[in-house]
């Protein structure tokens, strides 16, 4: 199982103001994901990476961006935020080979 | 279209019964489950998995059921502990395309009475 750390954990912030929720693991996973999750809802896949230098957008549309210039950092940013943005965000990594993720404890954000 | 769904949106047991948690699917490209278990502001923690080579996967209190024909699969907790109490995802994966990425249902919320 990965060790994997999300900060902030919780998150007030005001419309337009720009914020990077931080994703790292410890394990060397070459795969990570983010979810963005509302309550009694699925979670819904908003960016993924294979490995360093490589993203590519999910299922669900979303403003963010996401870079991943080391294995093991994938931070997600929010250039200017908005009251629709407020949700949890779910960061995930899965081992070569394996097809099972792992997820950190999200981060709570609300946007006012 | 929802690919994976969980009808039920909560189930409460006694502690020391089961629990009998259910998902349906509907893309038959899919051929590995996983059961996840959240508890409130935290992240999903992975329970258990199963291919669709198998019908039956256990680890300890939990096993899992694969129905492949009826594109339907369970987890069963024997015995159920307030401990269990959380939300429940099921999620499913297939290779390649677009199966290539894990679909979640939305989640049945299990509250096991002391």
């Known amino acids: 199982e990965a060790d994997i750390y999300q900060t902030p954990r919780y998150l007030v912030i005001g419309t337009g103001k720009k914020i990077t929720l931080e994703c790292s693991q410890t394990m060397g996973h070459d795969k990570m994901y983010w979810y963005q999750q509302d309550p009694g809802m699925e979670l819904h896949l908003i960016h993924y990476s294979y490995g360093v230098n490589s993203t590519e957008k999910g299922d669900l549309s979303s403003e963010s961006t996401v870079s991943r210039i080391r294995t093991e950092h994938f931070p997600l940013t929010l250039e200017s935020a908005r009251p629709s943005h407020t949700s949890q965000y779910l960061c995930?990594?899965?081992?070569?080979?394996?097809?099972?993720?792992?997820f950190g404890p999200g981060t709570r954000l609300l946007v006012l | 279209d929802q690919q994976v769904k969980q009808n039920s949106p909560s189930l409460s047991v006694q502690e020391g019964r089961i629990s009998i948690l259910n998902c349906d699917y509907t893309?038959?490209?899919?051929?590995?489950f996983l059961w996840y278990k959240k508890y409130p502001a935290e992240g999903p923690t992975f329970l258990i998995s199963?291919?669709?080579?198998?019908d039956k996967n256990e680890d300890g209190r939990f096993t899992v059921f694969l129905n492949k024909s009826a594109k339907h699969l369970s987890l069963h907790i024997v015995p159920s502990q307030p401990g269990d109490s959380a939300v429940y995802f099921c999620a499913a994966k297939g290779y390649g395309g677009a199966t290539n990425k894990l679909i979640f249902g939305t989640g049945t919320l299990l509250a096991v009475q002391p």
């Open positions: 893309n038959s490209m899919f051929d590995y």
């Open positions: 995930a990594s899965s081992p070569q080979g394996s097809r099972a993720q792992y």
């Open positions: 199963i291919s669709s080579i198998k």
